[in-house]
């Protein structure tokens, strides 16, 4: 799963933040292969997130956990819209 996430560059920080604490416990969720937050060097407040599950079930318990309720409450207000997810399947 891919998924872009624009933060207005005056709370870029609080972006961040919330980014980072959503990062370190997703990586530690069972079933997670990988979990990567990165930024454009020429937009620092333009970030993308790469996540990567075992299984429909794992992303689905991640879903769910605090940690990702927790950041989807703290960004809801920065970006003022919701987080947009979509899977994605190979060609």
């Not at 609080?14 to 990586?27: D, E, F, I, Q, V």
């Not at 990702?68 to 899977?87: E, N, V």
């Amino acid at each position: 799963m891919v998924t872009h996430v624009d933060v207005p560059g005056a709370v870029r920080d609080k972006g961040l933040a919330a980014l980072t604490a959503l990062s370190g416990p997703s990586r530690k969720d069972a079933g997670n292969l990988r979990f990567d937050v990165v930024h454009q060097k020429n937009r620092t407040n333009h970030f993308t997130v790469v996540e990567i599950w075992k299984d429909q079930r794992s992303n689905d318990a991640h879903e769910l956990a605090a940690h990702t309720r927790a950041f989807r409450a703290a960004l809801t207000p920065i970006t003022g819209a919701l987080y947009d997810q979509r899977w994605y399947r190979p060609l």
